[in-house]
């Protein structure tokens, strides 16, 4: 994964301290700051389970909401009663598994390490059935997964960018320079 100076800099703002790892940007918002990336799953030689990362302080924000309404819970209790859903968010969990293992297969990673990254859901998760937090989610659908719960929390946004008034990354970086 190749990063440029401008795209880890910005990406180290926006998540509010120095992304060490290699990513890749992988979803835009309409004034050209990252909203997204995919992350390499080895930092300093240590798996780092995480592999979509919402980077983007207004969706952050936008999505903190949610939660703060307990819409974890009812993701949960979704999980726990609608078959159909349930099937799809383990769905979404083996897609991950899949991409990060077609991932790991381009590089050489420990055996005990890749054990570690593909035996762990979405976000390293252990328990399928719980919602770790709804930003990883929303990465995760964001990032190219079928994932039912970041579908929905994208579809419950109001707003899914910084008005024209006030681009906050903009700011980030004029506050930095």
Same mark, same amino acid.
């Given at each position: 994964m190749e990063i440029n100076?401008?795209?880890?800099?910005?990406?180290?703002?926006?998540?509010?301290?120095? *992304?060490?790892?290699?990513?890749? *940007?992988?979803?835009?918002?309409?004034?050209?700051?990252?909203?997204?990336?995919?992350?390499?799953?080895?930092?300093?030689?240590?798996?780092?389970p995480t592999l979509f990362w919402l980077t983007c302080p207004f969706l952050k924000e936008e999505v903190s909401r949610?939660?703060?309404?307990?819409?974890?819970?009812?993701?949960?209790?979704?999980?726990?009663?609608?078959?159909?859903?349930?099937?799809?968010?383990?769905d979404a969990h083996r897609e991950t598994t899949?991409?990060?293992?077609?991932?790991?297969?381009?590089s050489s990673v420990p055996e005990e390490s890749r054990r570690l990254l593909l035996d762990r859901g979405i976000g390293?998760?252990?328990?399928?059935?719980?919602?770790?937090?709804?930003?990883?989610?929303?990465?995760?659908?964001?990032?190219?997964?079928?994932n039912p719960v970041g579908r929905e929390v994208w579809n419950l946004l109001e707003k899914k960018q910084c008005s024209l008034t006030r681009i906050i990354c903009k700011e980030l970086l004029r506050d930095n320079e």
């Open positions: 100076n401008i795209e880890k800099k910005i990406v180290s703002l926006q998540l509010g301290r120095v *992304v060490k790892n290699d990513f890749i *940007v992988v979803m835009l918002c309409d004034w050209g700051f990252p909203q997204v990336i995919r992350s390499s799953l080895i930092s300093d030689g240590r798996p780092f949610l939660e703060s309404k307990g819409m974890i819970s009812h993701f949960e209790k979704r999980i726990e009663q609608d078959k159909s859903f349930a099937a799809a968010f383990l899949l991409l990060k293992e077609k991932m790991l297969d381009e390293g998760i252990r328990n399928l059935k719980k919602v770790k937090c709804l930003h990883l989610h929303l990465a995760n659908y964001l990032g190219g997964i079928e």
